[in-house]
Structure formats: C-alpha cells, structure tokens
C-alpha cells in the first residue's frame, strides 16, 4: 500500500488532468478537491476517482476545458452552467458565487445544470464557512440509479447526498455531509479495491437479495436508503430540490444528472458574528462536556474526525490502497503518462 505524500500527490493528480487537456488553474482546483478529500479521509471521493474522470473525458461526459457560467442572475439568486465541466471546477464556481450573493445580501440561493461529478460536497461548504458563511448543498440522482426507494424493489435514486457546514471560531467548521442512501457508492469502489465486505442491510445484489459483497453492486445490485424511511425522506428532498427547483431538466447534455442546489447565508445574519461565535461555542462546549459512552474516548461534533484524519494524513502522508494506486497507474498510461 503505497504513502505518499499530499504535496507529492496533488503534483501527480494535476499533471494527469493537465495532460488529459485541463488548464492549469482547472487542473490543480480538481487535484485541490480530490487530495482534501483523501485527507480528509473519505478515500471514495478522492484520486480512486481519476480513472472515472478519465473515461469521462474520453467518452465526452466531461469537456476539460470547458468553462462555467453564469446564465442568469439577481442580487440574490444564480443560474450557472457548468458546460459539463469537472464537477469540482463548478462546485468551487458556484460556491464562490453564493458566497459573494451572501455576503453582500444576506442569503443567497444558487442552481447548477449541466456539471459533471462533484464528489464530496463538504469541500464546497466548508470553502465557505472558512469565509464566515452557512452553507446548505445537495445533489440528486447522477448517472445510473442506485438507491431503492422505501418500500421498492429496484433503484430510481443515487446517492442524493448533501452537506451542511457553520463557521466555528474555536474549531473545524460544523459540518454535516452524508449520502441518503444507507452507504456511498464511493464506499462500495473503496471496500472492493481493499477486499472488504459491506456492512450488513447497506446493499442488495441484482436479485433483491441482501449482500454484503461490494461486487454484486457493480454485478447490477443496488443500494438501500439509510435508516428506512427517513434516509428514503431526505433522498426525495434532494432530489426535488436539486431537480424540478433547480431546473435541470431543461439543460439536457451528454448524460443525465441532476442538477445542484446550494443556499447560503451570512452566518451574522441574525446577530454580529461575535455573538453568533459566543453563543456556538457555549453549544459546543455544553455537548461536548458529556461523559463519552463505552467504547468511545470522547463525544464528537460532526466535521471533527475528518479534521483530525487530516492533521494526521498531513504529517504522515496518504495511504492509497494498491488496487487503487494500480488503477490510478493504467489510467494514466492510457493518456501517456507513466507515474
């Protein structure tokens, strides 16, 4: 299993994409998303995504060097294409879109058509909590689907994930980002490339059989919502939201995908920031004074392990897996590139 160091593999993952006809800033913003995400330890939205991009780009899912715009705005609202651009180009776009709006009005509500695999929303919240804004992001189904809805017998959704992160003066950002369906497909590529098995009542093989095998599910298996109905709830939120309000049924492409839905607001809003900071602190503070339950050190906000797996993986560098790496490897070559 190879490690390798974050600097070392941002240089390898922006070389890739350049070669494969990205612009330099395009190139090093997808390498950007994809090693904070390796640091951050969600391994299933980091470079085990290269290969993926790569045939995107082959296959015309992904333009390189194509680049979003803004197709209508007001003070408070946009509508951005991203002309099948790398979803991470967008996303960061689009973030930064909302992050003025918000800034300058209070709220802001933006719409996405049109771009490519984002990956983790989290990198696009927390680029603006970092800037004192409150974030609220969600996709809908891309690609094939691959969640049963509650009470179905075959997949309609994807993975409808969303995210949301508040700034926090004392700490890493608040953040809460998660797949509706019961585990992320992004998982499933990163437990069949270390040769694991699947927690139990995750996923069902192609016969509606439960399975804990990550193959059955590229075998044409499909997931299931997390925690029943409520996971179903929350996927069919994502899933209007992300769809008919953000209206990408109207800007058909290359492939079929929803559209992103990002809302966004001064996290003073409501009171001055030092106030909001005081009082998001005592919060904090209250729930984290909690005695921990057997078996755990310590009682945890949301967005904290991700913070420390990073502080640990930039001190002793990235473990890739070696199917991973291997993968990553025959990707480039295809391009012409021997890493």
């Known amino acids: 299993m190879p490690n390798i160091n974050k600097d070392k593999l941002h240089e390898l993952t922006q070389l890739i994409f350049r070669t494969a006809g990205a612009t330099d800033d395009h190139a090093s913003q997808v390498a950007d998303v994809l090693i904070a995400n390796n640091l951050a330890g969600h391994d299933s939205h980091g470079i085990l995504r290269i290969p993926e991009y790569l045939e995107n780009i082959k296959n015309g899912e992904i333009v390189p060097s194509a680049t979003p715009e803004i197709l209508q705005e007001t003070p408070v609202s946009a509508l951005i294409s991203g002309n099948w651009s790398f979803g ?10 909302a992050i003025a709006k918000a800034k300058s009005q209070g709220v802001a509500a933006v719409s ?7 990956g983790r929303l989290a990198a696009f919240t927390e680029r603006a909590s970092d800037q004192g804004v409150v974030m609220f992001m969600t996709i809908g189904t891309v690609d094939r689907p ?4 509650y009470g179905g017998a075959a997949p309609i959704l994807g993975t409808n994930p969303m995210a949301f992160s508040l700034p926090n003066r004392d700490g890493p950002a608040v953040t809460l980002d998660f797949a509706t369906s019961a585990i992320a497909a992004g998982k499933i590529k990163v437990a069949k490339a270390m040769h694991q098995s699947l927690p139990p009542d995750t996923l069902m093989d192609k016969n509606g059989n439960p399975s804990t095998n990550p193959q059955d599910f590229f075998e044409g298996g499909f997931m299931v919502p997390f925690g029943g109905h409520k996971g179903y709830a929350l996927a069919i939120i994502a899933e209007m939201m992300s769809g008919p ?8 492409g290359v492939t079929a995908r929803s559209g992103i839905f990002i809302f966004a607001l001064r996290a003073d809003l409501f009171r001055p920031m030092t106030a909001y900071q005081d009082a998001l602190s005592k919060s ?7 005695l921990p339950a057997k078996g755990f050190s310590q009682v945890m906000l949301p967005g ?3 913070y420390q797996t990073k502080l640990s ?14 993968s990553v490897r025959k990707a480039a070559l295809t391009i012409g590139l021997n890493i």
Request: charged share 25%; net charge negative.
């Open 88 to 97: 991470q180009v967008v996303g960061n776009m689009a973030t930064d879109v």
């Open 112 to 118: 996405v058509v049109q771009a490519a695999h984002t």
């Open 146 to 149: 691959m969640t049963a809805p």
């Open 245 to 252: 309000l953000a209206g990408c049924d109207a800007f058909p």
């Open 284 to 290: 904090i503070g209250k729930i984290k004074a909690i």
């Open 304 to 306: 904290e392990p991700e």
């Open 313 to 326: 993986r930039e001190k002793n560098g990235i473990e890739i897996p070696a199917d991973t790496w291997e």
